[in-house]
């Protein structure tokens, strides 16, 4: 199926590694051009420097660090004068420490925040106004499962996603009218650092954590960056203009939840 995304321009972030990569290398390999943006500047320029290759397209990189406001402000104004501006936003990050909940101070918590919620907030107001001038666009959040089906430990996560869920639902109202659809996503285990650091947070040795927590998976795997990267590239395209609002499970079947 053709995407329909050829020249169009996307910022996604985290796209160094794990999800922000197999989102870019999708979106490149459709066509896009893409701006990278991460804080490990080398590996952000070695994965830039390798989805260019594949895919032939153009893919640049911006080393930002998206939990400081004037990072934010300097990748959307470099994506803008470079590219003429912005048809697609796909706010990804790392995430926040994984430990109880009333184990964290208010650094901890602000951190969180300014990662998690502030982040999304920052870099849509800094891309709407360019998607409203081309007619249109497309933004997208990568949360993750336990955002709508809390989880122990990730408190500093749950919070703060669950009011990105909150935000987008609010934008996708009022970005309707100039052809602006936003949604989240919601990934359950899936093969990334982040996804090793829960399984090895513990006691229990990592193979034993991954076979307890796969139990409740009812596809009985864990998922791929691919898993989430195609739904993305959907999404953001022609093809997904009609879905709005929403907020996608991508979890071979762990939320139990009926909604």
Not at 93 to 116: I, K, R, Y
Not at 190 to 196: D, F, K, M, P, V
Not at 234 to 259: H, K, W
């Amino acid at each position: 199926m053709n995407l329909e995304l050829k020249g169009k321009v996307a910022i996604v972030g985290g796209g160094s590694q794990g999800i922000g990569l197999g989102i870019a290398r999708t979106l490149a390999g459709e066509g896009a051009q893409v701006v990278m943006t991460a804080r490990r500047e080398e590996d952000l320029k070695r994965a830039a420097h390798e989805i260019r290759e594949l895919t032939g397209n153009t893919v640049t990189w911006i080393a930002a660090d998206c939990r400081k406001a004037e990072d934010c402000e300097r990748v959307a104004t470099i994506a803008r004068a470079e590219f003429g501006g912005v048809d697609i936003l796909v706010n990804n990050d790392g995430a926040p420490p994984v430990g109880p909940v009333l184990s964290f101070d208010d650094e901890a918590w602000h951190c969180a925040v300014e990662q998690n919620l502030m982040y999304p907030v920052r870099m849509v107001r800094h891309t709407a106004e360019s998607m409203k001038q081309r007619g249109g666009g497309s933004i997208l959040n990568i949360t993750a499962i336990s955002a709508i089906q809390p989880i122990r430990d990730l408190g500093l996560s749950v919070a703060t996603w669950g009011g990105v869920i909150g935000y987008a639902k609010t934008l996708s109202m009022e970005l309707a009218e100039f052809g602006i659809n936003v949604n989240t996503i919601c990934p359950g285990y899936i093969e990334t650092s982040r996804l090793r650091k829960v399984f090895a947070a513990g006691d229990e040795p990592d193979e034993a954590v991954r076979a307890r927590l796969l139990k409740d998976v009812p596809l009985g795997r864990v998922g791929s960056v691919d898993d989430i990267a195609n739904l993305v590239a959907l999404l953001v395209s022609p093809r997904g203009a009609y879905i709005t609002g929403t907020a996608i499970q991508v979890d071979g079947g762990l939320l139990r939840g009926v909604r």
